[in-house]
C-alpha cells in the first residue's frame, strides 16, 4: 500500500511539473520555454504511463533440473519471465529471496577440512541480477546453487524491480513462485573392515561374506545364468529333459540395529550432527549391499524405527527421515537409550552412532552389552585425539568386549572411510 501511494505521488509531482512547464511557456513564450516543455513532453508522458504499467501481470517461473540431489552437489535453476505489453523498460532486477534452509553451505568430503575449528556450515546467499528488456516480451536466464546442504528446500519468492529512466518512479512486485527440491545426505564410501555373519547357532565374526551354505541342498530349480556347473543336479536333469540345478539354503542374515543419537549436546557443534546422519546412511547402504538384515533406530523425544531387511517402502520412509531431520533440543540420551533397550527385541548385533558420550551413557551401554550377541560403538568426535576424559568413559567399553572406534572429522574426509567393528 505505501509503495502505491508513493507511486502516485510522483505521477502526482510529473504531472505538476509538466502543467508548470506549459504554464511558463505560455507566459513568457520564447524559444527558451518552449524547449523546455517539449524536451520534458515525452520523459513526463513516458514516466506517467510507467507509473500506470502493470508489473504485476508478467508471467514469472522456475525449471529446476534434477530436483532431487546429493549435499555437495549443485543445481541448475532457470528462470522464465513473460509479459502481454512490450513496453520499454530500460531495466529491471531479479531477486530470489533464498529460504533459510538455504543458509547453509556442504562440500562433501571438504567440509571435515575446512570447517573443523568452528564446526559452522553457516553460509550467507544471495541473488540480484540485473536484466535489460527494453521491448522483449520474453527472456530466460539461468543460476546456480554449489554446494546444497541436506534438507528439502522450498523457494517460494521471486522480486522484480524496475524503474524508469531517471529513476522517478520505481516499481517492484513480489511473485508467489513456489519450486521445491530434495538434497539428499552425502553417502561416503565405507570400507568394512570386518563382515558379520549368522548362523542358526548363533552370531560369530567371519573375515568373508558366506551368502550361501552349499553343503546342503534343499530342492532343485531350472538353470539360471550365474549358476555354477558343480551344482548342476544331473539326474534330475535327464529325467525332466532341462538343465536343473540343486538350489541351497541361503544362510541366515544377522539382524543388525544401527541406533542413531538425535539429540543436541553440550559443545557439539553443527558439522559433527551431520556426520552422524551421513555415517547412517552410508553404513546403512552398504549393510543392505552386503545382504544384512537391517533396522535403523534414531532416538529423540520420539523414537523412529525402520524394519529394512528387503522393504523398499521402510527403506524410503527412512531416507525421507534422514532427508529433513534436524537436532532436537538438549536432554539425556542414556535414559532414552536405556528406556528403548528395555522393551527391544531380540537383535543380534547394536551398531550405535555416537557424537557425544557421559559415564551415565556408557554404563546403560554396558547394562545393553548383556543382552546383544555383539556390540559396536562408532564414535564421531572433532579432534584428531580424544580427551582425557572421552578416552576414561570409553576404556571399560573396550574391556567388556564392545568394538569401539573412534573417528575423527579428519577420517571422514578420506576416501574410502574404514569401519572397524572387530
Not at 59 to 79: F, L, M, N
Request: with cysteine; hydrophobic share 40%.
Amino acid at each position: 500500500m505505501r509503495k502505491n501511494l508513493r507511486i502516485i505521488f510522483r505521477s502526482i509531482g510529473v504531472l505538476a511539473l509538466m502543467i508548470i512547464l506549459f504554464c511558463y511557456a505560455m507566459f513568457q513564450g520564447g524559444f527558451v520555454s518552449w524547449f523546455l516543455f517539449y524536451s520534458f513532453l515525452p520523459i513526463g508522458i513516458y514516466q506517467l504511463l510507467f507509473a500506470c504499467y502493470p508489473l504485476r501481470t508478467w508471467q514469472v517461473y522456475r525449471e529446476i533440473e534434477q530436483p532431487v540431489r546429493q549435499a555437495g552437489d549443485e543445481i541448475i535453476v532457470k528462470v522464465h519471465m513473460k509479459r502481454r505489453l512490450p513496453f520499454p523498460l530500460l531495466y529491471c532486477t531479479f531477486e530470489e529471496n533464498f529460504p533459510q534452509s538455504l543458509m547453509k553451505e556442504d562440500t562433501k568430503k571438504a567440509k571435515y577440512l575446512t570447517s573443523q575449528t568452528s564446526g559452522k556450515m553457516t553460509v550467507s546467499r544471495r541473488l540480484i541480477r540485473m536484466l535489460f528488456p527494453l521491448f522483449r516480451r520474453k527472456f530466460t536466464f539461468s543460476y546456480s546453487l554449489q554446494s546444497l546442504p541436506r534438507g528439502e528446500h522450498t523457494l517460494e519468492k521471486i522480486t522484480i524491480q524496475t524503474g524508469e529512466i531517471f529513476g522517478f518512479i520505481k516499481k517492484s512486485y513480489d511473485f508467489k513462485v513456489q519450486n521445491t527440491f530434495a538434497v539428499s545426505p552425502y553417502v561416503h564410501d565405507i570400507r568394512l573392515m570386518s563382515d558379520m555373519a549368522s548362523y542358526e547357532q548363533g552370531g560369530v565374526i567371519s573375515n568373508q561374506l558366506q551368502q550361501t551354505n552349499t553343503t546342503v541342498a534343499s530342492g532343485i530349480r531350472e538353470y539360471a545364468p550365474g549358476d555354477r556347473f558343480t551344482w548342476i543336479d544331473w539326474k534330475q536333469t535327464a529325467r525332466k529333459q532341462t538343465m536343473m540345478t540343486k538350489e541351497f539354503d541361503r544362510e541366515k542374515s544377522t539382524d543388525i540395529l544401527l541406533i542413531h543419537d538425535n539429540y543436541k549436546h553440550e559443545k557439539e557443534n553443527q558439522l559433527l550432527y551431520e556426520a552422524s546422519i551421513e555415517l547412517s546412511l552410508s553404513l546403512i547402504e552398504k549393510l543392505e549391499k552386503k545382504d544384512y538384515e537391517t533396522s535403523f533406530l534414531s532416538i529423540g523425544k520420539r523414537a523412529h524405527l525402520f524394519e529394512l531387511g528387503h522393504n523398499e517402502h521402510q527403506k524410503s520412509l527412512m531416507k525421507n527421515y534422514l532427508l529433513t531431520v534436524r537436532q532436537e533440543e538438549e536432554k539425556a540420551f542414556s535414559i532414552r537409550f536405556r528406556e528403548e533397550m528395555s522393551h527391544l527385541n531380540k537383535v543380534d548385533s547394536i551398531f550405535l552412532v555416537l557424537t557425544s558420550i557421559d559415564p551415565f551413557l556408557a554404563e546403560a551401554i554396558l547394562e545393553a552389552r548383556q543382552r546383544i550377541k555383539h556390540f559396536a560403538i562408532i564414535y564421531i568426535h572433532p579432534e584428531k585425539l580424544l580427551s582425557g576424559d572421552e578416552k576414561r568413559i570409553l576404556e571399560p567399553l573396550r574391556f567388556s568386549d564392545i568394538a569401539v572406534q573412534e573417528l575423527s572429522l579428519e577420517q571422514l574426509a578420506t576416501d574410502p572411510v574404514e569401519v572397524n567393528f572387530r
